[in-house]
C-alpha cells in the first residue's frame, strides 16, 4: 500500500469530511454543524492520507491559547478530526499523521499540544496523557436543596434569545478565562458552537433556552439549557438539561444554579462537563442524589518540554532536574533543571544528577496542575532519584483551582 500524506486542500474538504464523518458511524450532521465546521478549519494546519482518489485518514489542528498555571495564555495546537478508515487500519497511517503534526507544531513554535480523546487509549504512545476531568450530574431538584450565599436575591434574571445575547455571554466567558487552567481563549468564530441547536439533536427537548443574570443593567452571568418534559401516573417528570452556566461572582453562580433547580414540572437537573471543584457540589443539601460521574477531558503534550515548563508558573519554590524520556521526540529527552516560584520559571538543559526520572507523558499529566506527581509515583510512573525531591515538586506543580475544557473541539 502507498499512501500519500498531505496538507488539506480547499477543494478536497467534502472528501476529507465524509471519510472523517463515516469512521465516527456515518451519521451525517446538520447544515449548521457543516458549515460551521468547515468555517473553522485551518487548511493549512488540517492532513488528510490519501491512497489513490480515496482519503483514508484526516487529522487537523486550532490555532489556540490555553490558560496555564498562573494565568498565562499559551499557544496550543489543537489536535482534531482525527480518523484512519476501516479498510486502512493498523498500516501507519495515524502514526504518520501524528508524526507529521508534532513536528509542524514544532517548527510553528507552539510548546503544547492538547486533544479531546474519542478513545483514551489511543494517544499515550504520541506522548499524550490526561491533563483535565470533568464531571456530570443527575441532579434529583425535588429531594435535593441548595443554599446560596448573600447577594443572590440581588441578582436579575431574565430570559433571552440565545443567539441575541452571544456577545453578551462571550464577554462574561471571556473575561473568566485567566482564571482556570485549561480554559480556551475563543478565537473568532467559536463562539457559534455554544448557541448551535440542531433540530435532530434534542431527542425530544425543546429548542436551545438562554437566562442571563444581570446587575446593574451589566450580563454578568449566563446559562443555556434545554427542557425535556415527561408525565407519569403522579405527575410531571421534566429534565432540565444544562449545556452552559458561567458567571463572574459566586451570588451570580448561585442565582443561575438556583433557578436551574426550580424551573416548573421539572425534578431532574442534568449537567455534563463540568469542573470537577465547581462550587455547586458544596451549596447542595444531598450530594448522593446528585449522581456524579468522572470522565477524562484534556488530553495535554508537551511539544516543548523548556518552553512549556517555562510558560507556567509555580504553587511552591522549585529547583528539579527532570531526566525525561520521549521516544516520539526525542527533542524532549534528556536532562531539564526546572527552577520557579509564583512569580515565573526558567526550564534549561543541564548535566546536573537527575532528582526524578519520568516521561513527557507524567509531565503532560501534571502541567495543567489537576494531577500530583506524588500519585503517579505511587502508581510507579515516576522514580525519585533525591529524596525529598519529589514532595517539593509535587506541590509546586497544583493548582489552586482544577483546570477545566470548557467546550470539546
Not at 478549519?41 to 491512497?51: A, I
Not at 457559534?192 to 425543546?206: I, M
Not at 455534563?272 to 477524562?296: F, H, N, T
Not at 532528582?355 to 515516576?382: F, H, I, K, N, T
Request: charged share 25%.
Amino acid at each position: 500500500m502507498t499512501t500519500d500524506v498531505r496538507v488539506l486542500r480547499q477543494a478536497d474538504w467534502d472528501k476529507w469530511y465524509e471519510n472523517l464523518i463515516r469512521a465516527f458511524g456515518g451519521v451525517a450532521e446538520s447544515s449548521e454543524e457543516r458549515e460551521l465546521w468547515n468555517a473553522l478549519t485551518e487548511y493549512d494546519r488540517s492532513l488528510g492520507v490519501w491512497d489513490g482518489e480515496s482519503c483514508v485518514g484526516t487529522a487537523g489542528a486550532f490555532s489556540f491559547r490555553v490558560t496555564v498555571p498562573g494565568g498565562a495564555s499559551v499557544p496550543a495546537a489543537g489536535i482534531t478530526m482525527v480518523s484512519v478508515a476501516a479498510t486502512h487500519r493498523r498500516r501507519g497511517v495515524l502514526t504518520a499523521m501524528m508524526r507529521r503534526q508534532l513536528d509542524d507544531i514544532r517548527a510553528g513554535s507552539e510548546p503544547l499540544a492538547v486533544l479531546t480523546a474519542s478513545e483514551p487509549a489511543i494517544y499515550g504512545r504520541f506522548g499524550y496523557d490526561i491533563g483535565t476531568q470533568q464531571i456530570s450530574a443527575e441532579i434529583d431538584t425535588s429531594r435535593v436543596g441548595l443554599s446560596v450565599p448573600p447577594g443572590t436575591d440581588d441578582v436579575r434574571l431574565r430570559y433571552a434569545v440565545p443567539r441575541d445575547v452571544l456577545d453578551a455571554c462571550e464577554a462574561v466567558y471571556a473575561r473568566l478565562v485567566a482564571e482556570r487552567p485549561g480554559m480556551l481563549a475563543r478565537q473568532p468564530g467559536w463562539q457559534r458552537l455554544g448557541v448551535l441547536d440542531p433540530e435532530g439533536e434534542r431527542n425530544g427537548a425543546s429548542p436551545l433556552q438562554c437566562v442571563v443574570a444581570e446587575r446593574d443593567g451589566e450580563v454578568v452571568g449566563y446559562t443555556r439549557f434545554r427542557v425535556k418534559p415527561d408525565w407519569g401516573p403522579s405527575g410531571h417528570n421534566g429534565t432540565v438539561m444544562m449545556d452552559d452556566l458561567e458567571g463572574l461572582d459566586p451570588a451570580v453562580r448561585a442565582a443561575l444554579w438556583r433557578f436551574l433547580f426550580g424551573i416548573d414540572l421539572t425534578s431532574t437537573l442534568r449537567t455534563r462537563g463540568r469542573p470537577v471543584d465547581e462550587a455547586w457540589q458544596y451549596l447542595v443539601s444531598d450530594i448522593r442524589r446528585c449522581q456524579l460521574r468522572m470522565k477524562d477531558s484534556l488530553h495535554v503534550r508537551l511539544v516543548d518540554v523548556g518552553a512549556a515548563l517555562e510558560a507556567r508558573t509555580y504553587q511552591a519554590p522549585v529547583d528539579v532536574v527532570f531526566e525525561v524520556e520521549d521516544a516520539f521526540c526525542p527533542w524532549n529527552e534528556g536532562r531539564w533543571r526546572l527552577t520557579g516560584d509564583a512569580k515565573g520559571a526558567s526550564c534549561v538543559r543541564t548535566d546536573d544528577t537527575p532528582d526524578l526520572a519520568l516521561s513527557v507523558r507524567e509531565l503532560a499529566a501534571v502541567y495543567l496542575g489537576g494531577v500530583s506527581l506524588a500519585s503517579l509515583a505511587a502508581g510507579g510512573r515516576v522514580r525519585e532519584l533525591r529524596q525529598g525531591a519529589l514532595a517539593e515538586t509535587s506541590m509546586a506543580f497544583t493548582s489552586v483551582v482544577a483546570p477545566w475544557l470548557p467546550h470539546g473541539f
